[in-house]
């Protein structure tokens, strides 16, 4: 069974806590950081399918700017921003910059976040699966390519009106 990474980030030992608890899953790896920076390892170190992260960090980089950083050099990790203070400025930011796929408020309610974790991994499954069969379409595209310059005309077919492959 694969493990969905997911990235909790606040800079509130509670609050990771907290969360880690919540979300403990055998379909999860649970990976914490308390900075930007910590974020940055743990993301190199373990890839991600989820990132969760709150809005006021550090001095040195908020939320939003970590989670840009993230997607961009990661593509598909699927981000949501945690904040205490209602701001709709911040979560206008956060869609329209990242495509954040939640915009959460503290405190939360835990029934929800699971809910909508669940979702969000769904979504990242989803996601991998497509890759997979568009690797696996590729693959089988070349080797009809490759057959085809071995063996001129092996894929041309000729049918019946109805549907039936009529042998020349």
């Not at 050099?73 to 206008?92: F, Q, S």
């Amino acid at each position: 069974m694969n493990r969905y990474k997911i990235l909790i980030v606040d800079d509130e030992e509670e609050i990771l806590q907290a969360l880690s608890r919540l979300l403990r899953n055998p379909a999860h790896e649970i990976h914490c950081a308390h900075n930007a920076k910590e974020a940055f390892a743990q993301a190199d170190q373990f890839g991600l399918d989820l990132v969760l992260c709150d809005y006021m960090l550090d001095k040195a980089m908020n939320g939003v700017e970590l989670l840009q950083q993230l997607v961009k050099n990661r593509g598909d990790v699927i981000t949501m921003l945690m904040t205490g203070y209602v701001d709709i400025k911040i979560a206008i930011e956060a869609i329209n910059t990242l495509g954040v796929y939640k915009f959460i408020l503290k405190p939360w309610d835990n029934d929800d976040l699971l809910v909508t974790i669940r979702r969000a991994l769904e979504q990242r499954g989803l996601i991998l699966e497509n890759r997979r069969l568009l690797d696996e379409l590729k693959k089988r595209e070349n080797l009809i390519d490759r057959l085809e310059q071995e063996h001129p005309g092996i894929t041309h077919v000729v049918r019946d009106k109805d549907g039936r492959i009529i042998l020349e």
